[in-house]
């Protein structure tokens, strides 16, 4: 079959760029080069542009979704207008399978009407029409709970988790670092892992331990009928952290139940009615659309080429892919439009990089980093297992993804080498605060799929805007949380390191590198 973004990506491409006219010498300062990058990037700045097309016109872009495709081919289309060379959709994986949700309505009608906030899991089918049943909490934590309920949940919607404590937020949702938090991201030089611990803090269920595993409470259900699923979502506020099943096979989204993302406020009521026995009826209507897909994942790629050390790579990058819950402002056009932000100033500005600047928009981040994991196999290899002639030429990547934030610094990723490079770099920048050099390794984005290969790869430290208290994969990540000023400020200096790191005369320094340790 073919797959609905292809007919989808006919549509007409809106693009924003206007080349500008090679207007300087390659003998100025670096100094001088950033007067220029700051002068086109806050005066004729297109990052907002950027943004606002990717997330309020093509909207959600789930990997494995038609919106994801339509992305992709517009952002091959920016970059072609900014005048970038080499410009591709670049595959990799295998085909599989695509998933949209077209329609979602939710209500409780009994014991009064109240409309519900919820959104479908990802890659979970479709409730097959309106369906409305009795809401019927499962309280299932082991096998012997099985008899419990056995016979009693025919085409019942099951509330399938405890409620989630409410936890008042006494601190701001946005903060911006000021001296003293910055200060905690600089030390002695010991690498310390910013990822890992915020992993470790995600792992912490709130819910009792369970005995039974997802797969055979979700088999149990199926073989009771049940005719829904209702999770209680991680946020408070109306905010939906959402999530998608693990198994995106064909057969496994096809035989999966309708499975529901409910706001914990909007949980809570129909948990407490149901836990004392007052009748809850509940109506939905979830259409999703499922198609196998006959072609594999992309990565968008297009490049600024060099001059005398054209051979040698300097690369930035960001995800395009986010989650269907909002539109992917925060996670990750403001990236996106960032990177082509940066790409378009440089040639605005008429420099002429030593070596090729090479921009990536990568594909199924959210799904472990897939799209730059592939690509850094392809064309750079490992150490561990060979490596080709690029892997010897590259010189670093940086990558953007953490919010709206302004950049405040860069994390180091235990390269201790680049230090007094990148607090030089930082100088023309002190006064947007863009001094901190981080002692920390942020192991949660695409930047990881080359450091755990021994290539340079760095994150940027930036504010913390809302990110991960309402916009990091929620109903709540949209346009509205951008902050135009510091996405200029993000293009701005995101331009600045990509072109230093294309003129001097070494390549970026490599930590030592063990292939048994990822992220090394």
């Known amino acids: 079959m073919t797959s609905t973004w292809l007919v989808m990506a006919s549509v007409t491409v809106v693009t924003f760029v206007t080349l500008g006219t090679p207007v300087m010498s390659q003998d100025m300062t670096y100094q001088q080069v950033v007067e220029k990058i700051r002068d086109e990037g806050f005066n004729r700045s297109r990052v907002i542009d950027y943004a606002w097309y990717l997330s309020d016109v093509i909207g959600p872009r789930l990997a494995g979704s038609a919106a994801m495709g339509v992305s992709q081919v517009w952002a091959k289309a920016e970059m072609d207008a900014i005048g970038l060379t080499d410009t591709l959709l670049e595959p990799f994986g295998e085909p599989g399978v695509n998933w949209d949700v077209e329609y979602v309505s939710l209500h409780l009608i009994e014991p009064d009407y109240q409309p519900l906030i919820g959104y479908p899991q990802a890659f979970t089918s479709g409730t097959n029409g309106t369906i409305q049943g009795r809401v019927v909490l499962a309280d299932i934590r082991s ?191 403001s990236g996106v439009a960032s990177v082509l932000e940066a790409m378009r100033i440089l040639k605005a500005i008429g420099v002429t990089p030593r070596r090729t600047i090479r921009a990536a928009l990568w594909g199924y981040e959210e799904g472990g980093f897939r799209g730059s994991r592939a690509y850094v196999a392809q064309h750079f290899g490992s150490p561990s297992v060979g490596t080709t002639d690029d892997y010897k030429k590259f010189s670093g990547y940086f990558n953007l993804d953490n919010g709206t934030g302004q950049i405040r610094g860069v994390h180091q990723q235990g390269n201790l080498a680049v230090a007094t490079i990148f607090e030089e770099w930082m100088r023309p920048f002190h006064d947007l605060n863009v001094r901190t050099l981080s002692t920390f390794s942020n192991l949660g984005s695409d930047q990881l799929a080359f450091d755990e290969v021994g290539l340079p790869g760095f994150q940027f430290l930036q504010d913390r805007v809302e990110y991960r208290t309402r916009t990091h994969h929620t109903n709540m990540d949209v346009f509205e949380k951008l902050l135009p000023g510091d996405l200029k400020i993000n293009a701005v200096v995101l331009a600045a390191f990509a072109y230093q790191a294309a003129q001097i005369d070494q390549r970026l320094p490599r930590k030592p590198f063990n292939p048994e340790t990822p992220g090394n």
């Open 143 to 333: 096998r012997s709970d099985f008899d419990s309920y056995r016979g009693q949940l025919n085409d019942a919607i099951v509330l399938s988790t405890p409620v989630r404590e409410y936890e008042p937020r006494f601190e701001p949702a946005a903060v911006r670092h000021d001296e003293g938090s910055l200060t905690a991201f600089t030390g002695d030089g010991v690498d310390r892992n910013i990822a890992l611990r915020r992993e470790e803090a995600w792992a912490r269920n709130p819910f009792p331990p369970s005995d039974v595993s997802a797969a055979e409470l979700e088999e149990f259900y199926r073989d009771e009928d049940v005719a829904a699923v209702l999770v209680a979502a991680k946020g408070g506020d109306g905010t939906v952290f959402g999530t998608g099943r693990r198994d995106r096979s064909i057969t496994a989204v096809r035989n999966s139940l309708p499975t529901l993302l409910i706001a914990a406020e909007h949980y809570g009521r129909m948990y407490r009615l149901a836990s004392r026995n007052v009748p809850v009826t509940m109506q939905a209507d979830v259409r999703v659309t499922l198609e196998t897909r006959d072609h594999p994942e992309y990565n968008v790629v297009g490049e600024f080429a060099g001059s005398d050390l054209a051979e040698e790579v300097v690369m930035i990058g960001a995800h395009l892919d986010s989650w269907h819950f909002g539109t992917g402002a925060t996670d990750n056009a």
